[in-house]
T-cell receptor, first 114, second 116 residues
Framework: QQQVKQSPQSLIVQKGGISIINCAYE??????FPWYQQFPGKGPALLIA?????SEKKEGRFTISFNKSAKQFSLHIMDSQPGDSATYFC?????????????FGQGTTLQVKP | GAVVSQHPSWVICKSGTSVKIECRSL??????MFWYRQFPKQSLMLMAT?????????EQGVEKDKFLINHASLTLSTLTVTSAHPEDSSFYIC????????????FGQGTRLTVV
């Protein structure tokens, strides 16, 4: 129940295309769903996050879509650029642990080809 | 945002020695910090929750005596890998929760530990 399942494991997209990464969870107590971007040898950086009270959140080229009934959420990267090539992690946490404790998905390695 | 600084960025040590890694929240106070371990091409696995002024909470399977955690102040947590072995070689990352309307986690830059 604590797992967050992420797919695909790897993704190759042409420059200008849309990158889509999906995550699913089981624990209905989760109420905070962030996405992190990680470059090799660096720590993860918070990209965008959503709470279950909204179905979509957009920040620049990055959009989270959230389906509460299906317990799924996804990251869409519009107009993907080579600089977006990185590993992306979805995560989840619950109100009961309002301390920043996160459960991470398995990660998706994104390669954007010029 | 908020800044979490981790030191050192990389360290090489000999088998049997101990290594200390520091995690500092530079512009906010963190009563709780977290330590993760990441193997190449894998996800972050939570090792322990570091609580200021009290004992750390370790995840199942993590050896408390091997990975010593101290959270002496609201801005500093340390992870000491004791009697290090080559299998302890990994990327260690800390995070700190910045409390607000909701608690966001900010990560340090990570520490690459190589045990030879």
């Amino acid at each position: 129940q604590q797992q967050v399942k992420q797919s695909p494991q790897s993704l190759i997209v042409q420059k200008g295309g849309i990158s889509i990464i999906n995550c699913a969870y089981e624990n209905t107590a989760f109420d905070y769903f962030p996405w992190y971007q990680q470059f090799p040898g660096k720590g993860p950086a918070l990209l965008i996050a959503i709470r279950p009270d909204v179905s979509e959140k957009k920040e620049g080229r990055f959009t989270i879509s959230f389906n509460k009934s299906a317990k799924q959420f996804s990251l869409h990267i519009m107009d993907s650029q080579p600089g977006d090539s990185a590993t992306y992690f979805c995560a989840a946490s619950g109100a009961q642990s309002n301390t920043g404790k996160l459960i991470f998905g398995q990660g998706t390695t994104l390669q954007v080809k010029p | 945002g908020a800044v979490v600084s981790q030191h050192p960025s990389w360290v090489i040590c000999k088998s049997g020695t101990s290594v200390k890694i520091e995690c500092r929240s530079l512009d906010f106070q963190a009563t709780t910090m977290f330590w993760y371990r990441q193997f190449p091409k894998q996800s972050l696995m939570l090792m322990a929750t570091s609580n200021e002024g009290s004992k750390a909470t370790y995840e199942q399977g993590v050896e408390k005596d091997k990975f010593l955690i101290n959270h002496a102040s609201l801005t500093l947590s340390t992870l000491t890998v004791t009697s290090a072995h080559p299998e302890d070689s990994s990327f260690y990352i800390c995070s700190a929760g910045k409390q607000g309307a909701l608690t966001e986690a900010f990560f340090g830059q990570g520490t690459r530990l190589t045990v030879v």
